[in-house]
């Protein structure tokens, strides 16, 4: 069956540090994949995806994350993180063209940083 | 940025009593869609809707929950007879296109139900 799978429930980083949250995948074929945020109150919002060609790819507040398809993986990155950076961290894999909008969602991982 | 907005933010219900959700998605916007996340678990998909009819659903969205597109502005999910087991965060999202575009969501409602 496919899954996504978010390792780390919760991660703590000291603020200009370095941030990487861990995503795999279970799936066939190559998924699209995408990485949201959701800070306190707020909806999902959109921090990048991944649908074909360059491998890393930069998003928005300085993220980008990393596909590897030998390792079914799409990390995401940032290499300063600010205090405004403590949210929830969703990795989402939309399986095929068929199913569009039927995205599978991570478990989150929660990011708080520490000055 | 145009955005997906969600009323109310926080609605509390009696079980076994209806409730509607509303979104208002991105005017441009053509394709719907409700995911929810009861507290400590995955956001799922519930449903998606385009051109006033479900795409597709999933097994969760069972026949005490509907879609409708009212109007030319607004999207709703209504449980006819809330249990427990409802209480969640529902977001609404929308999107441009059928393939290779983002999801937009709202900031969510949270449903209780008592």
């Known amino acids: 069956a496919q899954s996504v799978t978010q390792p780390d429930i919760h991660i703590t980083v000291s603020e200009g540090a370095s941030l990487e949250l861990r995503c795999n995948y279970s799936?066939?074929?190559?998924?699209?994949l995408f990485w949201y945020v959701q800070s306190p109150g707020q909806g999902l919002q959109l921090l990048l995806k991944y649908f074909s060609g360059d491998t890393l790819v930069q998003g928005i507040k300085g993220f980008e994350a990393e596909f590897k398809r030998s390792q079914s993986s799409f990390n995401l990155r940032k290499p300063s993180v600010h205090w405004s950076d403590a949210a929830e961290y969703f990795c989402?894999?939309?399986?095929?063209?068929?199913?569009?909008?039927?995205?599978?969602f991570g478990a989150g991982t929660q990011v708080v940083v520490t000055p | 940025e145009p955005e997906v907005t969600q009323t109310p933010s926080h609605q509390v219900t009696q079980m076994g009593q209806e409730v509607i959700l509303r979104c208002v998605p991105i005017s441009n916007h053509l394709y719907f869609y409700w995911y929810r996340q009861i507290l400590g678990q995955k956001v799922e998909f519930l449903v998606s809707?385009?051109?006033?009819?479900?795409?597709?659903k999933s097994e969760i969205f069972d026949d005490q929950f509907s879609v409708e597109r009212p109007d030319g502005s607004n999207f709703t999910l209504k449980i006819r007879s809330t249990k427990l087991e409802d209480s969640a965060m529902y977001f609404c999202?929308?999107?441009?296109?059928?393939?290779?575009?983002?999801?937009?969501f709202g900031n969510g409602t949270r449903l209780t139900v008592t």
């Open positions: 999202a929308s999107s441009d296109e059928l393939n290779n575009s983002p999801l937009h």
């Open positions: 989402a894999v939309a399986l095929s063209t068929d199913s569009w909008g039927k995205f599978q």
């Open positions: 809707f385009y051109n006033n009819e479900i795409s597709e």
């Open positions: 799936y066939g074929a190559t998924p699209y």
